[in-house]
C-alpha cells in the first residue's frame, strides 16, 4: 500500500469533525449529481462546475491534489489501455459537508465496488478519499452478502 499521496497527503490524513448539518441534502444532491454526470459519464461536460478551481485535495493514493492531478491520473490510465468504468451507483450518504458513494463498475476489466467519501465546501467538492475494491464472482466469495 501507498504511504503517501503524490501531494503527501495520506489516505486517512484529513478533517473528521461534520460541519454544515443544515446542508447535508443539498450536499448530498451535488455529490449524486457529480457521480451520475461525471463517473457515470452522463453529462462530462460539466466536471469543472464542481470544484473550486484547481482546489481540491486527494487521498487517493495515486492521483495529485487539484482537477489537474485528476486529469494526468485519468490520462494515464488511458495511455496505459486501463479501463476505469463506473456503471451502477448503489447509495449516497451523508451528513453535514461529508457524503459517501457506493458504486460499482470495472478496473481493468475486473467488477470493481468503488467507495468514494467526499468533503464539500461552499457547495463544491474540496476533498477526496476511496477504497477500491474487486468484486469476486459469486463461487469465489465466501458468504452471499452483497457489497452494496
Do not use: C
Amino acid at each position: 500500500m501507498e504511504e503517501r499521496t503524490p501531494s503527501h497527503h495520506t489516505m486517512i490524513d484529513g478533517p473528521v469533525t461534520i460541519k454544515d448539518s443544515d446542508k447535508t441534502d443539498a450536499n448530498k444532491a451535488l455529490v449524486r449529481s457529480y457521480v451520475e454526470n461525471i463517473l457515470l459519464g452522463k453529462n462530462p461536460d460539466l466536471l469543472v462546475s464542481y470544484f473550486d478551481g484547481d482546489n481540491y485535495i486527494q487521498h487517493s493514493p495515486h492521483i495529485a491534489d487539484g482537477l489537474s492531478g485528476l486529469h494526468a491520473a485519468l490520462q494515464d490510465l488511458r495511455e496505459n489501455k486501463i479501463e476505469f468504468q463506473y456503471t451502477h451507483l448503489h447509495q449516497v450518504i451523508g451528513q453535514g459537508d461529508f457524503v459517501l458513494t457506493g458504486s460499482e463498475g470495472l478496473l481493468d476489466g475486473q467488477p470493481t465496488a468503488f467507495y468514494d467519501l467526499f468533503r464539500v465546501e461552499n457547495g463544491k467538492i474540496a476533498e477526496h478519499w476511496d477504497v477500491i475494491e474487486a468484486i469476486l464472482p459469486a463461487e469465489k466469495r465466501k458468504n452471499s452478502n452483497s457489497r452494496f
